[in-house]
């Protein structure tokens, strides 16, 4: 029933994303040199899912708390705080990192307090300091999906337990509500923590604290070890594939959503609820606030490169948000027409990482190019599909809605292909369009993986030049072009939603 | 003549069958309670339901080829008959030309039709600035627009309350016999049958009765007739 070009479209695009997921895998597995493991790999295995259970485990224990008292309390500055809630998505590891490292780093404010006050100095690289980071890009997505949760409860609910006179809600409303929330969440932090790289690559290091992720890069770049390098790749692709199919039974991404600022109902507010938003926000904010008063002061000194280094950038986030909106339009108006299996193509990124697919596709074009020949186009490419299952779960909802609408109407007029596009498709969906456009390339602009791998000295991104300043110890100017990082991160966010909400009738 | 040839209509596990033929420029309502397959007929006639078994003909043509579009047939749907992004002019538009490449003469055949409907200016306006009934006739300036042989009218103008309902049903019936088209109205109103409609056909448990004279089914009830009146 649905339409026929739109139907080939889904498949052809279904399959590309197949072949690179499945066929980079493959190469990698026939690639792969040796089949067993040096006792380095095995100890960057472990650290990998050590790290991962740590931080899901701290960022869900975390969340449950602030979830709640975001829940039942109303202040000034509530919809303020569950924004902020949103910004740790769209920042850049290589900055929050470069904010993290100016609180509680070597010199960092921390540091100096404890110093101040006699106390021995910590140290923010190792296990703790990769755990660190994460919770603080995960916390807050969790507490926007558990928010969620509490938003789905009924207010008749509370009200009901306390005519009842229980004692908590906690018991027989709120338990179960975790308990089916909880398990999702979990799973998908702990899947954003397996390819967690830029983290690992600045916070960890060594023998005791290199994921697998690092391991490829460094197989790649310093050892010059393809071979390695795939066995590597498969085995984290391994473990990604079975943590997405474990997750793939709950939904992902819920708490990009909007909505969420609705009031809350049902609870009274209990005092432990000021001091846990006050230090949730205080640990959100801080680091910010660190990367915006470092790079401040420099940023007009900025050298050329780093300028260039950012246009390039915004034309490559650019190009892979409209590479990853049209991919995830075609699909998720497929599936909405009927065709189920398209998510499952659609969700397949998910079970690759964006160094598994650069090393896939080096191994599969060395013979044939320089990598530094692809290695723009490659980033683009990558990053569209990495982006590609947020954007879809983003488009999703809405695109559903406008099929059971409009999808009769729209054929009993004879309304499809580049007319229904333009006067029925487009119109109605540029709110999610523009979100998921601004989602992909913010994510895009602060990604710093796959261009790693390839990039020559020339060819840098703007992550890559924070990282490679920060590398260098010229910290003035790796925080100064951080801030131009960050700002354009969240500028391209902003101009493709307002743009969306602009363009929607 | 509209002819359903041992048709089944199949939708979610649940089957509606009918053999019987309707004149053209009849009109008929199909009458029964809710979940008896009233809309699944209709959707079968619109095309949106392939049959499982037997024949859709229209002047003794087999229309199962045809998608919604090309069918001898338009359709008033209980609500979402208008695009809510899209001005009264352009929903028209709509039923004129798929892709809004219209003429002179097009917009002035759009405009015509809204002053026939007593929408003249209201071009301009998008559907959420109009009332219930003006909404109904703007729906209805776009099946006329479209010019088809056949309406079907799935539980319109519902719920607009009794008098304007009456009102909008009226001037369908008003256009039909201007036109010679051929109605199906769907409705679980006895009083929409009578007033509208010169055969009633019962739908009841997955069958759809052959047409009877409106007067005579009233006058002598079927049991199926007799039960749903209570």
Redesign the interface.
Known sequence: ?ANRSLQISAWALSGGIAVLVLGTALALALQAKGVGLHPADWAALRFTLTQAALSTLLSCLLAVPVARALARCTFRGRRALILLMGAPFLLPVIVAVLGLLSLYGRNGLLNQTLQALGLPTVTIYGLHGVVLAHVFFNLPLATRMLLNGWHAIPAERFRLAQTLGLPSPFRHIEAPMLAAVLPGIALSIFLVCLTSFVVALTLGGGPAATTLELAIYQALRFDFDPGHAALLAGVQFAICAVAVSLAARFTLAEGLGLGLDRAPVGQKAHWVDAPVLALAALFLILPLVAVVADGAPAVLQLPALVWQAALRSAVMALGAAGLSVTAALILVQAKVAGAAWVEGAAMLPLATSGLVLGTGLFVLTRAFVRPEALALPVTVLVNALMALPFVFRVLLPQARDLHR??D??A??????G??RLR??TL??LARPLGLGAGLAAALSMGDLGVVALFAGQDQATLPLVVQRLSGAYRMDQAAAAALVLVVCSFALFALCDIGGRRAA? | MLHLDHLTLTQDGFSVTADWSLAAGARLALLGPSGAGKSTLLMGL???ITPSAGRVLWQGKDLATL????RP???L?QD??L????TLA?NLG??VH???ALSTADRARVEAVLKRLGLAGYGPR?PASLSGGQLGRAALGRVLL?ARPILLLDEPFAALGPALKADLLGLVSELAAENGTTVVLVTHDPSDARRFADVVGMVHDGVADAPVATQAIFADPPPALRAYLG
């Open positions: 029933m609408t409009y009769q109407l054929q009993t007029l004879g309304l499809c580049g007319a006067w029925l119109p109605r009738p | 619109a095309g949106f998608s919604p579009a090309q047939v338009s359709i749907f979402q008959n695009f809510a992004h899209l352009q709509l039923a798929p892709r809004l998008k479209q």
